[in-house]
């Protein structure tokens, strides 16, 4: 049995870099995992991300981009979550279908209960053991964006999304606040403008009670 960790959070957030720190602490504890991202995280879905975050690519459907991170998840589940779960090993991803539901549902206003259906479909019917989403205001995390995406070489930059609107951007972090508010168990805010280390400190922490929350039971007779 393994244990799905998925972070979330606007543009300039801070969750890559938790998510490499967090990596390092769980293996300081022994314990296997295992960090992916959406979208790509397989071959094929490698291929699909620069689809879909080069601001090369113009003239994407709000549908078509729906359509392509689907393809993406389920490749991604099928080939790398659902076999590293069944390993045993904590799985941490970057994104998972609480983005699509974000940036396609509420953001480019697509059904959101299509959006759902498809989410469930691609994903398998897997859903995050816990996810942690990262909140900021949207100027300060495209302006920590804008800074990262500066720093590399114009051929990888994927920008197509911190090109939108702010308004884009509020709607997406607006979205993540009200899924964490219909899913508060799962859902653990965390407030992305702390200084990196305090944001450490409560992530490992928050992670390793829940992780040994799990071990507890599976230990029980």
């Known amino acids: ?41 397989s071959v094929v879905g490698e291929q699909i991300r620069k689809i879909l975050l080069s601001s090369e690519t113009v003239g994407l459907t709000p ?26 090993m904590i799985v941490i991803c970057d994104r998972f279908f609480d983005a699509t539901l974000a940036y396609q549902g509420y953001a480019r206003g697509l059904d959101l209960d299509m959006v759902t259906s498809l989410n469930r479909l691609a994903s398998l019917g897997i859903t995050p053991d816990l996810t942690l989403l990262f909140d900021c205001p949207v100027e300060s995390g495209l302006k920590r964006a804008s800074i990262r995406i500066g720093r ?23 979205a993540y606040l ?31 009670t829940r992780v040994r929350e799990v071990l507890g039971r599976l230990r029980t007779p």
């Open 1 to 41: 049995m393994g244990y799905l960790i998925t972070f979330e959070g606007v543009e300039g957030s801070g969750k890559t870099t938790q998510i490499r720190r967090l990596e390092g602490f769980l293996k300081k504890k022994g314990w296997p995992c295992t960090v992916t991202r959406e979208p790509g995280g």
């Open 63 to 88: 549908l078509g981009e729906l359509f392509l991170y689907e393809a993406d998840r389920a490749q991604h589940v099928a080939q790398v979550i659902a076999p590293a779960l069944k390993k045993g």
């Open 152 to 174: 590399k070489k114009p051929a990888l930059r994927e920008d197509r999304f911190e090109r939108e609107s702010v308004g884009f951007h509020q709607r997406v972090r607006e």
């Open 178 to 208: 009200e899924i964490a508010r219909n899913e508060p168990k799962r859902v653990h805010i965390i407030d992305g403008s702390l200084g990196e280390s305090e944001i450490h400190r409560m992530v490992c922490g928050i992670v390793e």
